[in-house]
């Protein structure tokens, strides 16, 4: 195989380049949110399926002669995944990564936000979708609550910053959360990010009319706390787009998948805990990495899988049309 199977950057039929990798540890949760999970007996994979951090750390070294620069870890909840902090400095440690993230529920952050950092780790997202304490076990399922923002504070007590909350945005369950969220915003430094509400459910219960748009979002923070207006310089890849209150105390930002999708800008591509590539959270196709990796495949037959993954990647992932199918695999097997 040429060495250019080796090096040449991530690019799919689109013109778009590839730089950013999530990679879900676990499929497991201590939450049950409607949105991802069903309430009980939901059936995990065997520890023997996931990924071991080894095996993470090959794929990423595969990936990086081929432009990543970034990497985000996700679930499940990766924080029930034993000694994560080691895959953290694992990977920062690996030349040509540029910055490691997590997205997190947050209750087990305050015991591992120190170590976590220590070991590279510069972004966190903390998921909260409600700061009203019973409208939260109403979502998770689960109790929790003050161990979240136990959490959130253990995160800035330590050096991330910003830390960002995200908050999925549902019609008829949390509208009346928006404001108060916009308060925290302001009165903590954390930056709030609200996601618009996705066909990803494992219930398949997902509908339009349940999803609450950004816009009605912006207007209702600029009616009752002050405007909000873009934030200048923003990375035009991130999902995001970012305001602050026109006083500059307090960030929000956006992601709207179904109101203003950004396929067109996105750089990010996935592997599943057990070893699954997807070139988009959407995909309805899956190329077996793990396989290749047990099976003594040389790293230029994995660079050039996912080198076709990539090619392969569609426009969009088409929710606004009579095109769209719902993946078989909900959120949480798919990873955040």
Known sequence: MPESALTSPLIDSFGRVHTNL?????????????????????????????????????????????????IRLTGGEPLVRKSLHVLVRKLAAIEGIEDVGLTTNGILLAEQAQELYEAGLRRINISLDALDPVKFEKITRRQGYEKVIAGIQAAQAVGFNPVKVNAVAVRGLTEDEIVPFGHFARRTGVEIRFIEFMPLDADNAWQREKVLFAHEMIEKLSAEIMP????????????????????????????????????????RFRITADGKLRNCLFSLEETDVKTMLRNGTSEAAIAQAIRASIAAKKEGHEINTARFIQPDRPMYSIGG
């Open 22 to 70: 999530r990679i879900s540890v676990t499929d497991r949760c201590n939450i049950r949110c409607f949105y991802c999970m069903p309430a009980e007996n939901v059936e995990f994979m065997d520890r023997a399926e996931l990924l071991t951090f080894e095996e993470i750390e090959r794929i990423v070294k595969v990936a990086v002669p081929l432009g990543l620069r970034k």
């Open 228 to 267: 909000l207006v873009p934030r200048a310089g923003q990375d035009p890849h991130a999902p995001a787009s970012e305001f602050e209150f026109e006083d500059g105390i307090g960030r929000i930002g956006f992601i709207a998948s179904v109101s203003r999708p950004f396929c067109m800008s996105c750089d």
